[in-house]
């Protein structure tokens, strides 16, 4: 990928990351309470989403992507799960919706903003920090950011069944065993 094209993705993802997350701050808690979703389903699909990706990331030969797959990068995996994934979209509808009111929201926006900013210069500096790590390292470190976010992906499916199962084991009936 070109630097120029590897800008756009960057910019690309940011905006939709920055979108996305606005939007969850803003009607978080609306919609999971109109959808009737739960904190912990929430992150059970993320983490599986999360696996997807961390599976293709494994999978990749290194080959080149062409326009439409490069805005498909820009939005799976680098905006959403990476830079805004379900535990950052959790936190900021739970922070969001606390009892700070409007300088509440005003501290979630900022936080979103150094969050997102950070992570900006992460990308834009990531060719760098390959440069030094060269051909031999462009293999590999890829590969073990795969496993990384795969430990990711398994850690938020785990967080969430943690959380639903004292829902889960409320529901069942064990006849007196307990």
Do not use: H, W
């Amino acid at each position: 990928m070109s630097g120029s094209e590897r800008q756009k993705v960057i910019n690309t993802s940011m905006k939709i990351a920055f979108i996305v997350l606005a939007f969850f701050a803003l009607t978080g808690q609306l919609i999971f309470s109109i959808f009737n979703i739960t904190v912990p389903a929430f992150q059970i699909a993320g983490g599986i989403l999360l696996i997807s990706v961390a599976t293709g990331m494994l999978n990749t030969k290194g080959e080149s992507y062409s326009p439409e797959e490069l805005e498909n990068i820009a939005v799976v995996p680098l905006a959403f799960p990476l830079s805004c994934g379900p535990g950052t979209i959790t936190t900021v509808i739970l922070l969001a919706s606390g009892p700070e009111g409007v300088a509440g929201i005003i501290a979630v926006f900022a936080g979103i903003i150094v969050a997102l900013a950070i992570s900006y210069i992460g990308m834009l500096y990531g060719p760098t920090v390959f440069a030094y790590i060269g051909e031999e390292g462009l293999r590999v470190v890829p590969k073990l950011l795969a496993v990384i976010v795969l430990a990711i992906a398994i850690q938020f499916i785990i967080n969430g069944i943690s959380a639903a199962m004292p829902q889960l084991l409320g529901s069942i009936d064990l006849g007196g065993l307990v």
